[in-house]
T-cell receptor, first 115, second 113 residues
Framework: AQTVTQSQPEMSVQEAETVTLSCTYD???????LFWYKQPPSRQMILVIR??????QNATENRFSVNFQKAAKSFSLKISDSQLGDAAMYFC????????????FGTGTRLTIIP | EPEVTQTPSHQVTQMGQEVILRCVPI?????FYWYRQILGQKVEFLVS????????KSEIFDDQFSVERPDGSNFTLKIRSTKLEDSAMYFC???????????FGPGTRLLVL
C-alpha cells in the first residue's frame, strides 16, 4: 500500500525568507503523480504544485518549487520569499498514474509566517 | 475561474439522522470524488464516481454511504444513519480525467450530536 509521510507537523518562517517542507512516500509503482495542496484557515484545499514521476525536471510555480528525488522517494516543497498569505496547512499527496484514482495524503505540515 | 462548490458549508445533525451533502463539480469535469477529514487528521478518500457508477471506494465507504448524480450538475453524498464518528469535514473534488488534477470544493463541516 502506498503511504505518504510528512515528518514536520509544524514549521515557521520569517516573512520574505525561504522554507522547505518535507515529504517522503512509499510505493512500488514507477509511474505516479505527486502533489502539494494548501489548506488555509478557510479550509478549502488548493493545488499548489504537481509533479509527474516520469519527468526528471522539478516542477516550479512562481515562488513554489519542488525537489523531487525519485530514488529516495522524497518530494519536498520550497517556498521562496514567504508571504503572510502562505500561512496554511500543507498536504503532500500521491496518486498512481493508472487505474487507482484516489489521492493518498500525508498528515500535513502547519506553516506559520512570522511578520 | 470555475470552481467546485459545496452546500451547506456547515451542518449539525442528530445521531441516526440522514444527511445529504451537495456538490456542484466544475462543469466540464467527468470524474467526481468525496474525501473526508476528521478534525486534526489527514484527508481520506471515500469514493470516486464516473459515468453514473462508483469506480472505486474505500473501506470507510460502507453501506451507510451512497453517492448520486441526480441531474447534470449536482453530485451528492448521502449518509443514511449518521454516527458520532461521521463528524468531519467532507470535501468534494472533480477532474477531467483519471490522470488529471483533482480540484477540491471548500468542504462541508458535518457535526453529529
Amino acid at each position: 500500500a502506498q503511504t505518504v509521510t510528512q515528518s514536520q507537523p509544524e514549521m515557521s518562517v520569517q516573512e520574505a525568507e525561504t522554507v522547505t517542507l518535507s515529504c517522503t512516500y512509499d510505493t512500488s509503482e514507477s509511474d505516479y503523480y505527486l502533489f502539494w495542496y494548501k489548506q488555509p484557515p478557510s479550509r478549502q484545499m488548493i493545488l499548489v504544485i504537481r509533479q509527474e514521476a516520469y519527468k526528471q525536471q522539478n516542477a516550479t510555480e512562481n515562488r513554489f518549487s519542488v525537489n523531487f528525488q525519485k530514488a529516495a522517494k522524497s518530494f519536498s516543497l520550497k517556498i521562496s520569499d514567504s508571504q503572510l498569505g502562505d500561512a496554511a496547512m500543507y498536504f503532500c499527496a500521491y496518486r498512481v498514474n493508472f487505474g487507482n484514482e484516489k489521492l493518498t495524503f500525508g498528515t500535513g505540515t502547519r506553516l506559520t509566517i512570522i511578520p | 475561474e470555475p470552481e467546485v462548490t459545496q452546500t451547506p458549508s456547515h451542518q449539525v445533525t442528530q445521531m441516526g439522522q440522514e444527511v445529504i451533502l451537495r456538490c456542484v463539480p466544475i462543469s466540464n469535469h467527468l470524474y467526481f470524488y468525496w474525501y473526508r477529514q476528521i478534525l486534526g487528521q489527514k484527508v481520506e478518500f471515500l469514493v470516486s464516481f464516473y459515468n453514473n457508477e462508483i469506480s472505486e471506494k474505500s473501506e470507510i465507504f460502507d453501506d451507510q454511504f451512497s453517492v448520486e448524480r441526480p441531474d447534470g450538475s449536482n453530485f451528492t453524498l448521502k449518509i443514511r444513519s449518521t454516527k458520532l464518528e461521521d463528524s468531519a469535514m467532507y470535501f468534494c473534488a472533480s477532474s477531467t480525467g483519471t490522470q488529471e488534477t483533482q480540484y477540491f470544493g471548500p468542504g462541508t463541516r458535518l457535526l453529529v450530536l
